[in-house]
């Protein structure tokens, strides 16, 4: 199953998202195999105010286990997380079957 995560940073989280995210990219590095893509999302002047991923897990049970691990959580720079089953059909351009 693939999951669409769209996670908010809280108010006036920049400096502490910068300050975890060495541990959060070492956990993304882990868990490579469940990652579609990742990335920041942006506000108007370019500055990282969330995260966005796309995951394989087999279940949203699995996914829940990586969030509750995760040191964005962890550490509250997350504030509200949404989190959509999809069906991903293309990757790199190529239609999956």
């Known amino acids: 199953m693939q999951f669409i995560v769209k996670a908010y940073d809280g108010p006036n989280m920049l400096e502490k998202r910068l300050a975890v995210r060495p541990r959060h990219l070492e956990g993304m590095s882990k868990m490579s195999e469940h990652i579609i893509c990742a990335g920041g999302l942006l506000d108007d002047e370019g500055k990282m105010k969330g995260s ?7 279940d949203r ?3 829940d286990e990586y969030l509750n691990k995760e040191p ?3 550490e509250h720079v997350w504030e509200k997380i949404e989190v959509e089953a999809v069906n991903v059909v293309i ?3 190529k239609i999956l079957q």
Do not use: F, K, N
């Not at 966005?52 to 087999?58: A, H, K, R, S």
């Open 72 to 74: 964005y959580v962890l």
């Open 61 to 63: 049970a699995a996914l």
């Open 91 to 93: 990757v790199d351009g």
């Open 52 to 58: 966005v991923l796309v995951l394989d897990y087999p």
